[in-house]
């Protein structure tokens, strides 16, 4: 049974740095989409970064460009997101998903990956 972990969400100042965690267990082969997803209170879920193929393609919605970066360990079978200049809105719960294929210039905005994970909530104060 295929089961994504979350950790490393926290609550921390705006500037600041967090770095989350996506332990990936259950599959016997790397996923072609994977990538992260954050929901804040009372609006919808969105992507915030994408990681497709072996790791060499990444994409990110514009709200974060220059602050997150998306990474991946096969070997290990996690996924991983470097959130640096953190500001009060990037708050909210953030999810790992993943995909076995994907249409990758599409996947982050269609939000309908079929594994997730259980979240992480992330806070940023001002």
């Known amino acids: 049974q295929v089961q994504l972990v979350e950790s490393g969400g926290g609550s921390v100042q705006a500037g600041g740095s967090l770095r989350l965690s996506c332990a990936v267990s259950?599959?016997?082969?790397?996923?072609?989409?994977m990538g992260w997803f954050r929901q804040a209170p009372g609006k919808e879920r969105e992507g915030v970064a994408g990681i497709y193929g072996r790791g060499i393609t990444t994409a990110y919605t514009d709200s974060v460009k220059g602050r997150f970066t998306i990474s991946r360990n096969n070997a290990k079978n996690t996924l991983y997101l470097q959130m640096n200049s953190l500001k009060p809105e990037d708050t909210g719960m953030y999810y790992c998903?993943?995909?076995?294929?994907?249409?990758?210039?599409?996947?982050?905005?269609?939000?309908?990956?079929?594994?997730w994970g259980q979240g992480t909530q992330v806070t940023v104060s001002s």
């Open positions: 259950g599959y016997s082969y790397t996923p072609a989409c």
């Open positions: 998903a993943f995909d076995w294929a994907c249409a990758s210039t599409t996947w982050l905005a269609n939000k309908q990956a079929n594994y």
